[in-house]
């Protein structure tokens, strides 16, 4: 786990949560309060909650304008903040995080945080404890994807009609990037029909179907990607996300 939990306090606006999230370079947030001397842990929002809050604006000059409400976080934050106890098993919170659907979990010892469980630090440890299964075997499918050429506005309106949080983009039939929730914040002041291409985070990586776990997820935590994208020959097959290496290591009961 990491130990080092990033939060505001409740009554930070939308934008000081988007400069924190740009600033620290997460992709969630904790929101606490101080009570007692303590901070006690009241919701958490995320990337995807401020990008569901706001309105995207055409404006004159034909640039397209993300708008955040000026409220504070906690009228979009999620209180049902999901726990663990320092005791339980890796395993047990990677099944936590794929039934829940989320890509993160608190740890706590006796009501108390003790820090932030992610999808990428159970990749960490799938990668140390050298699980050899082949990714194909657990890659996702299909994969949705548009093309460099798809503008940013059209792109927008998959990843909103599909409630998903990211997109693969492909140039020449190949993947050449990603397109998320955060590059809708970084590009939401550029013309609408700006094309995805020029905004896609390339930060990405490509391996066989036949790439074992640990070296998929090893591969995947050094070069800090959440996403692998699984080829077969010189075709995309699949794709391997966060949740994905959870759900290997909910079935590794020797992991920890």
């Given at each position: ?6 939060a505001v306090?409740?009554?930070a ?7 924190r ?21 009241q919701?958490?929002v ?15 000059d ?6 955040l ?11 049902d ?5 320092g005791?339980d ?9 794929v ?16 820090g932030?469980l ?25 994969v949705?994807?548009?093309h460099?050429?798809?503008t ?7 990843m909103?009609?599909e409630r ?19 590059e ?8 609408h ?5 020029s905004v ?7 391996l066989?179907?036949?790439?074992p ?6 591969n ?11 080829s ?15 759900r290997?290591a ?7």
């Amino acid at each position: 786990m990491t130990p080092n939990v990033r939060a505001v306090l409740p009554d930070a606006t939308l934008e000081e949560a988007r400069i924190r999230l740009d600033e620290w370079r997460i992709s969630c947030l904790a929101v606490v309060e101080e009570v007692d001397d303590q901070y006690q842990l009241q919701g958490v929002v995320t990337l995807t909650d401020l990008v569901r809050a706001g309105t995207l604006r055409s404006r004159p000059d034909r640039s397209a304008e993300l708008l955040l409400p000026n409220a504070p976080v906690t009228s979009i934050m999620t209180p049902d903040v999901i726990r663990v106890s320092g005791t339980d098993t890796l395993a047990t919170a990677a099944r936590t995080m794929v039934e829940r659907d989320v890509h993160r979990v608190f740890v706590e010892d006796r009501q108390a945080v003790q820090g932030v469980l992610s999808t990428r630090d159970v990749m960490r440890v799938l990668a140390r404890d050298g699980v050899s299964a082949p990714i194909g075997n657990y890659m996702t499918t299909p994969v949705r994807a548009v093309h460099a050429k798809t503008t940013i506005s059209a792109a927008m309106r998959i990843m909103e009609e599909e409630r998903i949080s990211g997109i693969v983009v492909l140039e020449r039939g190949w993947p050449c990037g990603v397109f998320t929730h955060r590059e809708i914040l970084c590009s939401r002041h550029m013309p609408h029909d700006t094309l995805v291409g020029s905004v896609t985070n390339p930060a990405i990586l490509v391996l066989p179907e036949g790439t074992p776990v640990h070296r998929a997820a090893a591969n995947a935590a050094s070069v800090e990607v959440r996403r692998v994208i699984v080829s077969r020959q010189k075709a995309m097959v699949g794709i391997m996300s966060g949740l994905d290496f959870c759900r290997i290591a909910a079935l590794q009961t020797s992991v920890g």
